[in-house]
């Protein structure tokens, strides 16, 4: 546990009462007490230990009470909250557990309460919460979003902390959806077929896209929708594999705007360790033979910030040339220069 040194355990007692005035009603339970003279309480619910309050006098001139999903704060010497805060299923998983990081004050139980599910789903009208994820501790989240509309996908991801609440917002690119997803969004919940987060595949079926508007006709194997184009690795009919990427035209319609030469059968995209703005690619399986990583600059060209290969079985150095050339190339044609 952070934020102590010392700590010992102090047993309750039947009699004990609680902030409400309310007994313990047995001894089974127990505080856990810091050098500071903070502690932390938990009862026996029937299954486990759980926290049931805490005391943090250099912070707060009183006691915190659980009630389910509640917080309550009583004053130094009432019997009487000044304040109940409902924090949320999520966050009772979280830090509370810590010295340091539960929430003190009143306010910084409403602040942590302004991160839930059910408040952030209501930050963007017309978008629907596709995904939330709170912090270990309670005090930021990440929530993705989705639009549909007009047949046209749009994935919005976002992070909040508590107390400075949204600190940036990322649209990625729109994009038509095809005429079968379109269909089965109506009757299939969203996050089984499109995952918001960028921390995988974008689309989680076949024949995503709309083939008539974006033209990528190969078989793809991943998919990454970014603020500036999807991002795919796609096969041929022949076990060709390349890196395309599909970006907006200055007319509104869809190009392939880099398409690589031909890369080992078994290479992948990391969707888990790509972000915005970069390609991460490794091929090898799990054996993981040679690793390569492309960032975009401001001026639309990918780049190699990085590359390392595991073994002898390919040429890294030729590959890296031809496939840096090459996707700078399709890009711009000023930038076989670099």
């Given at each position: 546990m952070s934020g102590t040194r010392d700590i010992h355990l102090r047993r309750h007692t039947a009699l004990r009462q609680r902030p409400d005035g309310s007994a313990y009603g047995d001894a089974l339970g127990f505080d856990i007490v810091s050098d500071s003279g903070a502690y932390l309480s938990y009862h026996f619910d029937g299954a486990a230990f759980t926290v049931c309050g805490w005391y943090d006098p250099a912070r707060y001139d009183g006691h915190v009470m659980i009630r389910g999903t509640s917080l309550a704060y009583y004053p130094a010497g009432s019997t009487a909250p000044e304040a109940v805060v409902d924090a949320g299923e999520p966050f009772m998983n979280s830090g509370i557990h810590d010295f340091e990081h539960h929430p003190a004050?009143?306010?910084?139980?409403?602040a942590r309460a302004a991160l839930?599910?059910?408040a952030l789903?209501?930050?963007?009208?017309g978008y629907q919460l596709s995904r939330y994820a709170i912090s270990g501790w309670g005090d930021w989240a990440e929530a993705d979003y989705v639009r549909?509309?007009?047949g046209y996908l749009t994935i919005k991801r976002t992070p909040w902390q508590a107390g400075a609440g949204l600190t940036s917002e990322m649209d990625m690119m729109s994009l038509p959806l095809s005429a079968r997803l379109l269909e089965r969004l109506k009757t299939e919940p969203v996050e089984s077929l499109i995952d918001a987060s960028g921390w995988g595949d974008t689309f989680l079926t076949e024949d995503a896209f709309d083939p008539s508007l974006v033209p990528v006709t190969d078989e793809v194997i991943h998919s990454d929708l970014q603020q500036h184009g999807l991002v795919l690795m796609t096969q041929s009919d022949e076990g060709?594999?390349?890196v395309q990427v599909v970006c907006e035209d200055a007319q509104g319609g869809y190009d392939v705007d880099v398409?690589?030469?031909?890369?080992?059968?078994?290479?992948?995209?990391?969707?888990?360790?790509?972000?915005?703005?970069?390609?991460q690619i490794e091929w090898g399986g799990s054996t993981r033979e040679g690793y390569v990583c492309y960032e975009r600059t401001v001026d639309g060209i990918w780049r190699l910030s990085y590359?390392?290969?595991?073994?002898?079985?390919?040429?890294?150095?030729?590959?890296?040339t031809d496939y840096r050339c090459g996707m700078n190339t399709m890009r711009n044609a000023s930038a076989s220069a670099t």
């Amino acid at each position: 546990m952070s934020g102590t040194r010392d700590i010992h355990l102090r047993r309750h007692t039947a009699l004990r009462q609680r902030p409400d005035g309310s007994a313990y009603g047995d001894a089974l339970g127990f505080d856990i007490v810091s050098d500071s003279g903070a502690y932390l309480s938990y009862h026996f619910d029937g299954a486990a230990f759980t926290v049931c309050g805490w005391y943090d006098p250099a912070r707060y001139d009183g006691h915190v009470m659980i009630r389910g999903t509640s917080l309550a704060y009583y004053p130094a010497g009432s019997t009487a909250p000044e304040a109940v805060v409902d924090a949320g299923e999520p966050f009772m998983n979280s830090g509370i557990h810590d010295f340091e990081h539960h929430p003190a004050t009143p306010a910084e139980a409403m602040a942590r309460a302004a991160l839930t599910a059910q408040a952030l789903a209501q930050a963007f009208p017309g978008y629907q919460l596709s995904r939330y994820a709170i912090s270990g501790w309670g005090d930021w989240a990440e929530a993705d979003y989705v639009r549909i509309e007009e047949g046209y996908l749009t994935i919005k991801r976002t992070p909040w902390q508590a107390g400075a609440g949204l600190t940036s917002e990322m649209d990625m690119m729109s994009l038509p959806l095809s005429a079968r997803l379109l269909e089965r969004l109506k009757t299939e919940p969203v996050e089984s077929l499109i995952d918001a987060s960028g921390w995988g595949d974008t689309f989680l079926t076949e024949d995503a896209f709309d083939p008539s508007l974006v033209p990528v006709t190969d078989e793809v194997i991943h998919s990454d929708l970014q603020q500036h184009g999807l991002v795919l690795m796609t096969q041929s009919d022949e076990g060709t594999r390349r890196v395309q990427v599909v970006c907006e035209d200055a007319q509104g319609g869809y190009d392939v705007d880099v398409r690589t030469p031909p890369l080992p059968q078994n290479t992948s995209l990391d969707l888990f360790h790509e972000g915005d703005g970069e390609l991460q690619i490794e091929w090898g399986g799990s054996t993981r033979e040679g690793y390569v990583c492309y960032e975009r600059t401001v001026d639309g060209i990918w780049r190699l910030s990085y590359a390392a290969q595991m073994t002898e079985m390919y040429p890294l150095v030729r590959f890296i040339t031809d496939y840096r050339c090459g996707m700078n190339t399709m890009r711009n044609a000023s930038a076989s220069a670099t």
